[in-house]
């Protein structure tokens, strides 16, 4: 889907509008991470791990579904007052609101109890279709740069439908039916997946930080060309993603055939980069034509990250997380994210897109890295 979107919108909104965009989704991806709390593993894995009791599913999805709206509501409290109040945010108040609405639907969206019964078929199906009918609208409705916040409310539509359509189908197909939990149930649920939940959310201080430092401190254009390199980059990284993802309750259950899982991620991450290094002429030729001008360069700096990250899927969700060493994977987020982060106030300022990518690319490298070394002497001895 991001590459007939990508191409699209940088044509019609041009690289500045482009950036604004993702400027305000950088933003509100901030407050992402806190909604989903981590459920993505926390949840999949209980879930994962009572397949055959139906009754303790419900009470799962009741819990996960709880907490999510509650996180919603805390994070809506600090959002719109921080949009009311900046000027910069305020001067685009409804491209801030359809962010915000797309991020709190894609909490909402269960993808975790999919995971979790090992029915992906089914969530893709959800999405595909819901997306397939955002980028009909997209095609239909944006016409000019003026129509850019156009972006964020067909994405909100579309995930709000996920998230709707999902909640029916779980109810009429698996007859989980939504109970409300009591609040000491809801706290244990933040307690268990607090580990989780920080390893989760202090990646936005170098990822989000990223954008977020680079549209305070070189505009909107900047932003626009970072943008669009790293969206061709996560390309590459969502087939990591979806194979982590895919294959993490399976290996939950059999924990024996880990190391070849890891052997194959290794291969894969190897694999794609150095394919996105040899074509991002190519690609940038095909997705941009004449406004990709500089785009191939930057796809290239940022390509050593592919490895780096299916890395990262492999020693800490699909393996410290497997043998139960959460603490780990939380240090190691913790510690590099700040770490980049001040880097990151120090270099963006003066390299500008450069120094971007030396703090997205330069954290990630550093967190594969941690990962495998305390993989190698915390975990992999119990696999």
């Known amino acids: 889907m991001p590459l007939i979107t990508l191409p699209y919108l940088v044509r ?23 909604m989903q709390y981590g459920f993505t593993i926390t949840a999949v894995r209980k879930i994962a791990q009572n397949r055959d009791n139906p009754e303790e599913i419900a009470v799962i999805y009741s819990e996960t579904i709880t907490a999510t709206m509650l ?18 945010f305020y001067q685009h108040f409804w491209l801030y609101v359809f962010s915000f609405i797309f991020i709190f639907a894609q909490a909402l969206f269960p993808l975790w109890f999919f995971r979790g019964i090992e029915r992906m078929r089914q969530s893709a199906i959800i999405s595909i279709t819901s997306k397939l009918l955002m980028l009909s609208g997209m095609f239909i409705l944006i016409k000019d740069e003026s129509d850019y916040y156009l972006v964020p409310a067909l994405n909100a539509a579309a995930m709000a439908g996920c998230a709707i359509f999902s909640a029916f189908w779980i109810s009429s197909q698996y007859k989980v039916s939504y109970k409300i939990p009591s609040l000491k149930k809801i706290k244990d649920v933040y307690r268990e997946g607090w580990d989780i939940f920080i390893s989760q959310l202090a990646p936005n201080l170098y990822n989000n930080s990223a954008f977020f430092l680079l549209g305070v401190f070189a505009g909107p254009t900047a932003v626009g060309f970072f943008s669009a390199a790293s969206k061709v980059i996560d390309v590459f990284n969502s087939a990591g993603m979806i ?10 259950r059999n924990r024996n ?15 794609l980069m150095i394919l996105c290094f040899i ?11 004449d406004k990709g001008t500089g785009i191939a360069y930057y796809i290239k700096l940022m390509s050593c990250g592919i490895l780096a990250y299916f890395m990262t899927l492999s020693f800490h969700h699909n393996g410290l997380v497997l043998a139960g060493k959460d603490r780990y994977v939380r240090l190691i987020s913790v510690w590099v994210s700040v770490l980049f982060f001040l880097i990151g106030l120090g270099i963006v300022p003066v390299f500008g897109i450069y120094g971007a990518m030396i703090m ?24």
């Open 360 to 383: 997205l690319v330069g954290a990630r490298i550093m967190m594969a890295v941690w990962g495998l070394f305390f993989y190698k002497k915390y975990a992999a001895d119990t696999f």
């Open 71 to 88: 996180l919603i509501v805390a994070s809506a409290l600090v959002y719109f007052p921080m949009v009311l109040f900046v000027s910069d």
């Open 279 to 289: 074509f991002s002429d190519f690609i940038t030729t095909i997705l941009f034509a």
């Open 12 to 34: 019609v909104l041009g690289i500045e509008g482009f950036g604004l965009v993702n400027y305000a989704l950088s933003f509100a991806l901030y407050f992402s991470a806190v």
């Open 257 to 271: 055939v880990i190391p070849k899982f890891h052997k194959l991620m290794l291969l894969m991450g190897l694999l």
């Open 243 to 252: 194979v982590s993802n895919a294959f993490f309750p399976y290996l939950a």
